[in-house]
């Protein structure tokens, strides 16, 4: 069993930052990838950012020049830095994990969420 927690999470001002953070434990023998996605109000989640064990990026082109994902192996913990917020950034932010805990293919981990509100 794998889980992650979120944290980071608030409200903030229109072109504030926060940075977000996402903890992994249990049995993780390797990962493949992490990313962090996120769900507005009648909206389908969506991928913010990704980043692979080869350090290889994506991001969604609303967040691309303003957010920036990190991860620290040895921490086993994931940020997902959030600058120039802006109110379409409000969501649900979720982490996710492509872990490798005892089986050949990697499997996928979420976390609970965190609220990301961004007032203008």
């Known amino acids: 069993q794998v889980q992650l927690v979120e944290s980071g999470g608030g409200l903030v001002q229109e072109g504030g930052s926060l940075r977000l953070s996402c903890a992994a434990s249990?049995?993780?023998?390797?990962?493949?990838?992490v990313g962090w996605y996120r769900q507005a109000p009648g909206k389908q989640r969506e991928l913010v950012a990704r980043?692979?064990?080869?350090?290889?990026?994506n991001y969604a082109d609303s967040v691309k020049g303003r957010f920036t994902i990190s991860r620290d192996n040895a921490k086993n913990t994931m940020y997902l830095q959030m600058n120039s917020l802006k109110p379409e950034d409000t969501a649900v932010y979720y982490c996710?994990?492509?872990?490798?805990?005892?089986?050949?293919?990697?499997?996928?981990?979420w976390g609970q969420g965190t609220q990301v509100t961004v007032s203008s």
């Open positions: 996710n994990a492509e872990v490798y805990s005892g089986s050949y293919y990697p499997v996928d981990y």
């Open positions: 980043i692979t064990g080869g350090g290889s990026t």
């Open positions: 249990g049995s993780i023998f390797g990962i493949n990838a």
